[in-house]
């Protein structure tokens, strides 16, 4: 979990750094992280014999919704860190977690008081991050326009999780459901094979771009998917969630080291409520649900 959690905060670095060295535009890189993974994680599943599974896998049409929502958030990410620090993307993009509660809120599943709690703490984190761009309101603050896009990337995130769980509901085992994710990535991996044919796709020019680019689809797209579904078999569900709360965190720690970001102290004081609110929200959830477990035994 800890490989997982370490190379997931690595993605808005090498994106970062992608844009830095290269004139790829946020089209390019996502094909690319999407061309270049996919097939990596065919070859886990067939080295560990999980191309076929007991349980059956949903209708692809369902996985191709999955695939078009996986597809669209990492488009949304890829613009919004062409435009905004990654310390500031990641802030604005965690208050998914709560956007998935609030979704399920909406849909029935009900929203406990400890959620509206963290709910409205994480909405006041955000008009803290997003304060210091207020003042320059026009559609040339391509700062603002960027913290946008975290934020509407946040609520296509949700909108994955939403269906994923709906859809991918009978999928319990860590085999099954990684079986499920690659079918989801081959699907997010011909919508963007087809953007790239009609928009047209720049190749690496020199070395470092071509490195760069395969340390976005291994380091940080293929590695983490494989270890999360190892680490979830040997942790747990529960336990592995809250290794995963992490990543926000090391993702500031990576981009204060590697890109040499700073916020600003309203900004870092913003981000450091979001981050607290939605540590607290699933902690609550977990403890919920690990009461409403031990009382089914009971």
């Known amino acids: 979990m800890a490989v997982a959690v370490t190379s997931y905060a690595s993605f808005a670095i090498f994106t970062k750094l992608i844009y830095a060295h290269s004139e790829m535009q946020p089209l390019d890189v996502a094909s690319w992280r999407f061309l270049l993974a996919t097939p990596l994680v065919w070859l886990y599943l067939w080295l560990r014999g999980r191309l076929r599974g007991a349980v059956p896998l949903p209708p692809r049409r369902q996985l191709l919704l999955l695939g078009g929502l996986y597809c669209m958030a990492s488009v949304l990410a890829f613009f919004g860190l062409r435009q905004i620090p990654a310390s500031i993307y990641i802030i604005l993009f965690f208050t998914y977690p709560i956007l998935v509660a609030l979704i399920g809120h909406f849909l029935g599943t009900g929203l406990q008081r400890e959620g509206w709690l963290a709910l409205s703490v994480t909405s006041l984190g955000v008009a803290l991050v997003l304060a210091p761009s207020v003042d320059a309101l026009h559609w040339e603050n391509i700062v603002l326009i960027g913290m946008l896009i975290a934020l509407g990337n946040a609520w296509v995130a949700a909108l994955y999780f939403v269906a994923s769980n709906r859809i991918l509901f009978r999928l319990h085992d860590p085999g099954e459901l990684a079986r499920a994710v690659a079918w989801t990535m081959l699907a997010t991996a011909g919508i963007m094979l087809v953007i790239a044919l009609v928009n047209g796709l720049r190749f690496p020019q020199n070395l470092r771009q071509t490195a760069l680019l395969l340390g976005l689809a291994v380091f940080a797209t293929a590695l983490p998917i494989v270890a999360l579904n190892i680490g979830i078999q040997r ?56 009461r409403a477990a031990a009382e089914a035994v009971a």
Do not use: C, K
């Open 235 to 290: 942790l747990g569900a529960a336990r592995s969630a809250i290794i995963a709360m992490l990543e926000p965190f090391l993702t500031l720690v990576l981009a204060a080291i590697l890109l040499a970001e700073r916020l600003g102290g309203l900004q870092l004081f913003g981000g450091m409520v979001i981050l607290l609110s939605v540590t607290y929200f699933e902690a609550s959830s977990l403890r919920r649900a690990a």
